[in-house]
């Protein structure tokens, strides 16, 4: 069964192509949402892809949130649908209140465009369940608006609740701090560099898995990520239990 998969248009999304491509490597339909419309096409889960929605002038995401298809994902999400946010589309559901915590400005204030590694928090979500193992997955990130912040309390309310999706790391997967300007260049709080929502169904993460699905590219570690959400999707289409690995 091929699943069909929406990604998200914005004004100024400049990854949707690139979403589009890798989805369908991975197996999936892969279908663009306007922006505009309110009607998700029947797809079995939703990509919010990186760019720069509506040009991100006032502060990333901020706008794109009120678009009239974040009603419809919103409320698919409230329905227990599958939703990923990659970079833009992590600031988006931020500022939408479908993940904790916000995206501030850059250590540094500086556009960072470089690979990183990440290691998984938790292999038994939807968007995780294809890795094999916790081993580091080089990523590229692309961003101004990369810190990942929330207070102190959030935060190990976050935690506690398994919140924590990736966090920035060294190229053999040992744990960094936040001041670590090499590993986590952008200085986001306790290393988060991915989260997923309560109920386990909304996930985002700043780096780009869609441009690491092929080996020319430099690495395909993002094909698991992606893989692990057509699979899931694919379950929940098929009508077969899928664990959103809430807890």
Known sequence: MT??????????SNCDADTLHALTIVGAEAVPL???????????????PGGFAYGDYLRAGVIARFSPVMRSVAAFASGGGLVLGICNG??????????????LRNR???F?????????????????????DRRPLRLPIAHGEGAYFADEASLD?????GGVLF??????????????????????????AGVVAPNGNVAGLMPH?????????????GRLLLRSLVEAAAERASGAAVAVGAR
């Open 3 to 12: 699943v069909r998969i929406g990604v998200v248009v914005f004004p100024g």
């Open 34 to 48: 306007w922006h505009e419309s309110v009607d998700l096409g029947g797809a079995a889960a939703v990509v919010l």
């Open 90 to 103: 992590f600031q988006v559901l931020a500022e939408a209140g479908l993940v904790p915590g916000a995206l």
């Open 108 to 110: 540094g204030l500086r």
């Open 112 to 132: 960072l465009g470089r690979d990183v590694h990440v290691v998984p928090e938790r292999l038994d979500t939807p968007f995780t369940r294809a890795l094999p």
């Open 157 to 161: 309310a976050i935690e506690a609740a």
């Open 167 to 192: 966090r920035y790391a060294t190229a053999d997967g040992r744990a960094v701090a936040a001041d670590d300007r090499e590993a986590n260049p952008n200085g986001s709080l306790r290393a988060i």
């Open 209 to 221: 898995p869609e441009r690491a699905t092929e080996a020319v590219l430099g690495s395909d570690d």
